[in-house]
């Protein structure tokens, strides 16, 4: 198989560019760093969109187009999969599968986001809904998007050594596995309105917070050495 040079190096970079977009519409337009409290009351949280309302639509706006850029990395992750497998195997599917599902979480968290801002006047506890559904679908929607590192750490720690296609080193692996560690106590969002497990605590929102962002923006400098090892496999071909 011949691969497209520009379109497995825009992979590459797009990690970077989605982090980059959904932090634009996330930390500087919403200003979410940290999260509305989910104690909040229900006329706290409405005062807090109706104050900010342009920019909470525009910041919902920048986190809903920032699913495109996860076009371009889904398909080099699944491309890389495919060719440690030597084909298209299940850990591929799978692989495909997650992005896919990860597309729809970073979707509807904006689209959200963008209904409890919308409309002002609306009743505080109509607003407050809206925005629960956001915060919990995005920080407790683990089961989502968490086997991205799930399966690449799998195929970077027992598949490659079996299929002896090496495109990434074994520490990658590791620390994709410790990134699914980190982020499984985040489930426990839809359980607490305060302390570490909330939806803005340490564990529920600080700790994947940190995981997602140094993995994202890090993510060019382990995924384009692997795309130069492919395409100079295509070359030698």
Do not use: C
């Not at 190096?9 to 409290?37: D, E, K, Q, T």
């Not at 497998?85 to 692989?95: F, H, I, N, S, Y």
């Not at 590192?149 to 002896?164: C, E, F, H, S």
């Amino acid at each position: 198989m011949v691969h497209d040079k520009f379109l497995m190096r825009l992979g590459a970079w797009s990690g970077f560019a989605y982090i980059a977009m959904f932090g634009l519409g996330w930390l500087v337009l919403a200003h979410f760093m940290p999260p509305i409290a989910p104690s909040a009351s229900a006329a706290a949280v409405a005062a807090r969109y109706t104050e900010h309302h342009w920019a909470l639509m525009v910041a919902a706006v920048a986190m809903m187009v920032s699913t495109v850029m996860l076009l371009p990395l889904g398909a080099l992750l699944m491309q890389l999969t495919a060719k440690i497998e030597r084909g298209v195997g299940a850990l591929t599917l799978m692989m495909g599968l997650t992005v896919a599902t990860t597309m729809v979480l970073t979707f509807y968290t904006g689209l959200s986001f963008d209904v409890a801002a919308f409309r002002t006047g609306r009743s505080a506890e109509i607003v407050q809904a809206f925005d629960d559904a956001a915060f919990l679908q995005f920080m407790g929607g683990t089961p989502m998007f968490l086997a991205i590192w799930g399966l690449l750490g799998y195929a970077i720690l027992v598949t490659q050594p079996r299929t002896g296609i090496q495109l990434f080193p074994r520490w990658v692996g590791y620390v994709s596995v410790l990134v699914v560690v980190g982020f499984l106590p985040e489930v426990l969002v839809f359980l607490f309105q305060t302390g570490p497990f909330a939806w803005n605590g340490a564990v529920g929102f600080w700790i994947p917070a940190v995981l997602l962002i140094g993995y994202l923006a890090a993510s060019p400098f382990v995924l384009a050495p692997a795309v130069a090892r492919v395409l100079a496999d295509d070359d030698r071909a």
